[in-house]
C-alpha cells in the first residue's frame, strides 16, 4: 500500500493506461504544458508527447466531440473538463452522441469515452463554479456515471473506465485532489457498478457518494461515541446505473435511511434512492427515510451563506438523531 | 482632450492598478475569496474604449476580469469591494464575488465566469436596443481565448445578419490561463475571424491609451451611427498570473519583462510629462492620493460593513414582488 493524493492517484491511472494502450490519449484545457489545472495530467506531457496529451481551446462542446468521435473508431480518449459547469457547454456531444450512438447503431458502434470532470462547492468560488451535475448526466440513458471519495477508487475507476467500452463519465471534486488514502500498490479495477459497504451498522444506513461520505464517515463516528448508534455508510460510488439490489439489501438490515448529497434535493440521487427504497423496501422501512442536501439556491459568494448553503456532519448527525427519535 | 482630462485619464488608470493590487492584499489577508482575476498591464483597454463610449448610456459586459469594466462604466469602487469582500453592501450583495460585479443603475451587466457567455448576452442588449430605438450601444469585453467557443461564431453570425449595434472588444492578452494563443488558436489575429461575418473590423495596441482612444472612438462611432457591430482587437498583456493561483510556469521572464516596459500607465505618464502637463511630483501626489482614498474610504467601507445574514440564504431565487397574475 502507498499513500497518496487523490490527485496523484488519477495521474498514476492516466500514466498506466497510456504506457499500455497507445490509442489511449488525454485532452483538456492547460492540461499539457501547464501540467493540468488539479495537477491530475503532470509530466505526461513531457513522456507521451503533444500527440497524445493535448492542450485545447476553450472549445468544450466541439473537443469532447472530437473525443468522442475518436472513441467512436477505437481510440480511448480521457477528456479533462475543467469545472463541471463547464460541462454543460459539452451537453450536446455527451448526451446527443456519446450516450446514444452505441444504441442508435444496434450496438454496431461502440463509444469508450471518458470524461473526468469536477464538482461541488470548493471556496467561495460563486454561482457559476460551484454546482454539480450529477443529477443531469444519471437522468441519460446509455452513460456511465461514477464518483470516487477517495484517493484509491480516484484511481480504480479511471483505470476501469478506460478499459470500458461504454462513455464514463467521472465526477471528482474540487476540493477533494489534495486529499490523502491508501491505494494497493498492485494494479487493480474498481467496479464501474454497485455500491460499497465501508462502514457496517445496524441502527440506520447513510447512503453518500463522493464529498458527503466524509460528512457521512464523520456523523457515524459521532454516532457511535455519543450516542450508541451504529450507522452503517455505503458509498454510492456508481450513480449510473445505480445498484439497486444493494440499496434495498442494506436498508433490509437496518430498516431506516437516510441519503447525504452536496446538491439541491429536487431530482437529484437522493430523490433516486428514496424512490428505490419505495418501490423495493416500503414494508422494511421503520421510519420515513430523510434526505440530507444543499438548500435550494444558487451557491452564494459570501463565506457564510456558502457554508449555510452546503450540508455537513453536523446535520448528518441531526438528521440521523431525528430518524431514530434520539 | 485638454490637459485637465489627461490628468484624469492617468488617474484613472493609476487608480485601476492601486485597486487590483490591494485587491491581491485582501486575498492574501483571506478577506477576499474565490477565484480573483487581475487586470494590472490592460488598464489602457477598458478605460480607453469606454472613455470613448457613453458609460451609464451604453450597456457593458464582460467575463470575470470585470473589476475596472464595472469602476469605469460608473459603479462605486466601495460597492465593487464591498462585494468582494462578501458584504450586503456590495454591488451584488455579497452573493457574486469578484467574477460576478453587477450594476444596472450604471447599464454594467455584469462579470460572468463562463468563457464565451456574454457573446449572445451582449448581442441580445442590442437586440433590445433595436427593438426600443435608442441610440445606444453594447459593448463586450472578452479575451483571445474566448473567440474558440461556439458561442463567438454563432453569435458574430447572427449580430452580422440583424445589424445589431454591438461592440465586440477582445482583449487579446495572448494567452487563455497558461495556453499561449499559437497553441489554440490558428489564426492568431482575432480580427481577421470576423471577416467571414462582414463585420468591421480592426486590430491596435492595446498598451497606449491614445492609440486606443482613438480606435475606440472610430469604432464606437461605427457601431452607433451604422447601427451595425463593429469588432475591435487591442493587443495587450496582463503583467500578473491569470488568477491567484498561477505559478506562471508557461511564459519568460524576458516575456514578462519586455512587455512591462510597454506598461501602459508608463507610457502615458511619460508623454505627460514630456507635455509639461504632469510633473513627477505631480504624479506622486497623485499615486498618494490615491492609496489615500483605496485605504481609507474603499477598504475601510468594505471592512465596516455588514455580512449578508444567513437567514437571507435564500432571498433572492425568485424575483420578490413580482406578478402573479395567476393570484388574482
Ligand atoms: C466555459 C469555460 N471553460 C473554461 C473556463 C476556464 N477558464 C477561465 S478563464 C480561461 C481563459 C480565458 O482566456 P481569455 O479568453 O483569453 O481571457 P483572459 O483571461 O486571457 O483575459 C479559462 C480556460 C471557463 N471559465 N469557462
Ligand atoms: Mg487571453
Redesign the interface.
Known amino acids: 500500500m502507498a499513500e497518496m493524493m487523490y490527485w496523484q492517484a488519477i495521474l498514476r491511472a492516466h500514466d498506466e493506461e497510456m504506457a499500455r494502450d497507445p490509442l489511449v490519449f488525454a485532452m483538456g ?2 492540461i499539457g ?3 493540468g489545472t488539479y495537477k491530475a495530467t503532470t509530466g505526461l506531457f513531457a513522456k507521451y508527447g503533444e500527440q497524445r496529451v493535448i ?8 473537443y469532447t466531440g472530437i473525443g468522442v468521435g475518436a472513441a467512436m473508431v477505437g481510440c480511448r480518449p480521457i477528456v479533462e473538463i475543467m469545472s463541471v ?2 460541462a454543460w ?1 459539452a451537453m450536446d456531444q455527451l448526451m446527443n452522441n456519446a450516450a446514444k450512438v452505441h444504441y442508435m447503431s444496434g450496438g454496431r458502434i461502440r463509444c469508450p469515452f471518458v470524461m473526468r470532470v469536477p464538482g461541488g462547492t470548493a ?7 460551484s454546482a454539480r451535475m450529477e443529477k443531469v448526466f444519471m437522468g441519460i440513458s446509455g452513460l456511465r456515471v461514477v464518483t470516487p471519495s477517495t484517493p484509491r477508487d480516484a484511481y480504480g475507476l479511471l483505470k476501469s473506465a478506460v478499459r470500458c467500452d461504454d462513455p464514463v463519465v467521472i465526477i471528482e471534486h474540487e476540493s477533494m485532489y489534495n486529499l490523502k488514502g491508501e491505494v494497493p500498490e498492485n494494479e487493480f479495477f474498481t467496479p464501474l457498478e454497485g455500491c460499497e459497504t465501508i462502514r457496517p451498522g445496524r441502527d440506520l444506513t447513510i447512503f453518500a457518494y463522493n464529498i458527503s461520505v466524509r460528512w457521512a464517515l464523520e456523523a457515524a463516528d459521532r454516532l457511535s461515541k455519543e450516542l450508541g448508534i451504529e450507522a452503517e455508510v455505503v458509498d454510492l460510488r456508481a450513480l449510473k446505473p445505480l445498484d439497486r439490489a444493494g440499496i434495498a439489501a442494506s436498508v433490509r438490515r437496518t430498516h431506516r435511511a437516510l441519503v447525504v448529497e452536496e446538491d439541491e434535493a429536487p431530482v437529484g440521487v437522493g430523490s433516486e434512492v428514496l424512490a428505490i427504497l419505495s418501490e423495493e423496501c416500503f414494508f422494511d422501512l421503520d421510519a420515513a427515510p430523510i434526505r440530507v442536501h444543499a ?4 451557491i ?6 456558502e457554508k ?2 452546503i450540508p455537513n456532519a453536523g446535520e448528518v448527525f441531526a438528521a440521523a438523531r431525528k430518524i431514530l427519535g434520539k | 482632450m485638454d490637459a485637465t482630462d489627461q490628468k484624469r485619464l492617468l488617474r484613472e488608470m493609476l487608480f485601476a492598478r492601486r485597486f487590483e493590487e490591494r485587491c491581491a492584499e485582501a486575498y492574501q489577508e483571506r478577506q477576499i ?3 480573483l482575476h487581475l487586470y494590472p498591464g490592460q488598464e489602457a483597454c477598458a478605460i480607453g474604449v469606454l472613455e470613448k463610449a457613453r458609460p451609464g448610456h451604453d450597456y457593458v459586459i464582460t467575463g470575470y476580469r470585470d473589476h475596472i469594466h464595472a469602476i469605469k462604466s460608473g459603479m462605486d469602487p466601495k460597492a465593487a469591494m464591498a ?1 468582494l469582500y ?2 450586503e453592501t456590495g454591488c ?1 450583495r ?7 460585479l453587477f450594476d444596472p443603475d450604471s447599464r454594467f451587466m455584469g462579470g ?5 457567455g456574454p457573446f449572445p448576452l451582449a448581442a441580445g442588449f442590442a437586440k433590445a436596443i433595436q427593438m426600443k430605438g435608442g441610440d445606444e450601444i453594447s459593448i463586450c469585453f472578452l479575451g483571445d ?2 473567440n ?3 458561442t463567438f461564431h454563432e453569435t458574430m453570425n447572427m449580430a452580422s445578419l440583424w445589424q445589431l449595434p454591438v461592440l465586440f472588444v477582445c482583449e487579446n492578452n495572448l494567452y ?4 499561449a494563443i499559437e ?3 490558428v489564426e492568431t489575429s482575432q480580427y481577421l475571424r470576423v471577416a467571414p461575418y462582414r463585420i468591421a473590423a480592426s486590430q491596435c495596441d492595446g498598451q497606449d491609451i491614445d492609440v486606443v482612444m482613438s480606435e475606440a472612438e472610430k469604432a464606437v462611432t461605427h457601431v452607433r451611427e451604422k447601427r451595425q457591430p463593429y469588432f475591435l482587437e487591442l493587443m495587450t498583456y496582463r503583467l500578473r498570473g491569470h488568477s491567484m493561483s498561477d505559478s506562471g ?2 511564459r519568460s521572464r524576458e516575456e514578462v519583462e519586455q512587455w512591462a516596459r510597454r506598461d501602459p500607465i508608463s507610457i502615458y505618464r511619460t508623454r505627460l510629462e514630456a507635455a509639461n502637463i504632469l510633473s513627477e511630483e505631480d504624479f506622486q501626489k497623485m499615486d498618494l492620493d490615491i492609496q489615500n482614498e483605496i485605504e481609507n474610504e474603499i477598504v475601510r467601507f468594505a471592512l465596516e460593513s455588514p ?2 445574514r ?1 437567514e ?3 432571498r433572492y ?1 425568485y424575483a420578490d414582488g413580482g406578478p402573479k397574475p395567476w393570484l388574482k
Open positions: 484545457e492547460d504544458v501547464a501540467g492542450d485545447t481551446p476553450i472549445s468544450e462542446n466541439s459547469n463547464f457547454l471556496h467561495q468560488l460563486g454561482a457559476q463554479h438548500r435550494d439556491v444558487p452564494p459568494y459570501n463565506r457564510q451563506l449555510a448553503a | 475569496g474565490g477565484f462585494e462578501g458584504k451584488s455579497g452573493r457574486g464575488g469578484s467574477m460576478h460572468y465566469a463562463l468563457v464565451g481565448g474566448a474558440n467557443q461556439g487563455g490561463i497558461g495556453t497553441r489554440a488558436t510556469a508557461y455580512e449578508p444567513v437571507d440564504l435564500e431565487v
